[in-house]
């Protein structure tokens, strides 16, 4: 019986935050309980059997879209390594996939968000005010990243950056990015640690702008446009 139970929770939480979903799409963040409750069929004292609070209905929908954009990101990279290691393997052609994963990994981040604009707003829009973001969100929230870091990390183990390239970093900047470095490269320079975060600010940047209506009546083609802005990026990092 146990398990019986623990599936029927599992499938009313699952609804719960579908139905969350749907009223971030037209609500945003402001969710209310009661309207949750309202469209699930039950009274709003129910939905606190799964969710202590409204911030904990939130959290549960952070975390869901920081893993999603997560596993997004990693396929793609994972998918330009296995093909460049498959390419090795048959002996047809070698390729430097330092480039590839990157605009790999740019392109899941655009699509993802793309196909999941409530999601992205709620995690990458304005903050939501009165919430304040648990600890525990922090291992989803960096997956994404995580796959920038292993692209550098790899780069530097190629002798791809040269250490004494670019402006020395003020004392405060190379701090904090010595700490970056420690916990996703520890093999890059941290100039390179520092150019890849500019960058991935970059992707995000002009990912929100399309997201956002920014670009209207500027930008045309807004997949080209992007395809550029990213290339460029690559070039800036030093893949």
Known sequence: MSGIRARARAQTTDEIKTIARRHLATDGANLSLRAVARDLGVVSSA?????????????????????????AVEAADRGVVEAAERAAASGAFEWDALSARWMATCHAVRDWALAAPHEYALIYG??????RAPQDTVPAATRAVRVLGGILQDAALRGRFDADAGQPLPDPVG???AEITAALCPAAPPAAVSRGMGAWVQLFGTV?????GQLENAVGDKA??????????????GL
């Open 208 to 212: 929100s702008f399309e997201l956002f």
């Open 224 to 237: 080209a446009f992007f395809e550029h802005q990213m290339r460029a990026q690559a070039d800036y990092i």
């Open 175 to 177: 701090g904090n990015l």
């Open 47 to 71: 939905i606190y059997r799964y969710f202590a609070s409204r911030d904990d209905l939130l959290t549960a929908l952070i975390l869901d879209a920081y893993n999603s954009l997560g596993s």
């Open 126 to 131: 304005s903050p939501v005010p009165g919430y």
